[in-house]
């Protein structure tokens, strides 16, 4: 059994920062990558930034230069600094996660969402 468990989201002023953690645990044998998603009322899921397990990251031009995505590989964590916070990127964030687990191949695990609310 595989648990992806959110934190850090809240409300913000604009201009602001947050610091997302989402933390894998079970029988994980091996991760891949790692990635944030978020889903703003009303609006489709889309995607935010990656990580891959050599670090190479990558962003959606919405965020790029503001958030910065980043992995603690012996804790099985995947972090979303998000500074410099606009109004528009309030929604609920999800982590995704590509690992194998247990007698198991590798498969997608969704976290359950962390609701991020920047003000003006």
């Known amino acids: 059994q595989v648990q992806l468990v959110e934190s850090g989201g809240g409300l913000v002023q604009a201009g602001g920062s947050l610091r997302l953690s989402c933390a894998a645990s079970?029988?994980?044998?091996?991760?891949?990558?790692m990635r944030w998603y978020r889903q703003a009322p009303g609006k489709q899921r889309e995607w935010v930034a990656a990580?891959?397990?050599?670090?190479?990251?990558n962003y959606a031009d919405s965020v790029k230069g503001r958030f910065t995505i980043s992995r603690d590989n012996a804790k099985n964590t995947v972090y979303l600094q998000m500074n410099s916070l606009k109004p528009e990127d309030t929604a609920v964030y999800y982590c995704?996660?590509?690992?194998?687990?247990?007698?198991?191949?590798?498969?997608?695990?969704w976290g359950q969402g962390t609701q991020v609310t920047v003000s003006e």
């Open positions: 990580i891959t397990n050599d670090d190479n990251t």
């Open positions: 995704n996660v590509y690992l194998r687990s247990l007698g198991s191949g590798y498969k997608n695990y």
């Open positions: 079970g029988s994980i044998s091996s991760i891949n990558i």
